[in-house]
Nanobody, 127 residues
Framework: EVELVESGGGLVKAGQSLRLSCAGSGFTWNDYAIAWFRQVPGKERQVISCISGFGRSETRYAASVKGRFAISDDYGKNMVHLQMNNLKSEDTAVYYC???????????????????WGKGTPVTVSA
């Protein structure tokens, strides 16, 4: 059974940090790109970061988080982390991880959507 589980969300103040984790099982981890999305009520889910490629060498970020967020793969543990620094109130959302057989280029180009999804973890940033 395929499973993606996010963790690490919570309530923080603006300027603080959080680290989200996405743990996967039931599929060949290294064959999939792992992407982080976020969604606020009434809006579409948006991709914010992705990691893929041999040795997880490819990473991509949305402009809104570039320079503040960092994605990494915890090698051998089927886990990807999203380090979120200098959080802003506009980062408040439910954060989801998704896994796709395609690449981060496809994800960011809205050409593909993840085959597998987690259930999300909420992040609230207070001013």
């Amino acid at each position: 059974e395929v499973e993606l589980v996010e963790s690490g969300g919570g309530l923080v103040k603006a300027g603080q940090s959080l680290r989200l984790s996405c743990a996967g099982s039931g599929f060949t981890w290294n064959d999939y790109a792992i992407a982080w999305f976020r969604q606020v009520p009434g809006k579409e889910r948006q991709v914010i970061s992705c990691i893929s490629g041999f040795g997880r060498s490819e990473t991509r970020y949305a402009a809104s988080v570039k320079g503040r967020f960092a994605i990494s793969d915890d090698y051998g543990k089927n886990m990807v982390h999203l380090q979120m620094n200098n959080l802003k109130s506009e980062d408040t959302a439910v954060y989801y991880c998704g896994a796709t057989e395609y690449t981060c280029v496809g994800i960011f180009g809205s050409l593909v959507t993840p085959r597998y999804w987690g259930k999300g973890t909420p992040v609230t940033v207070s001013a």
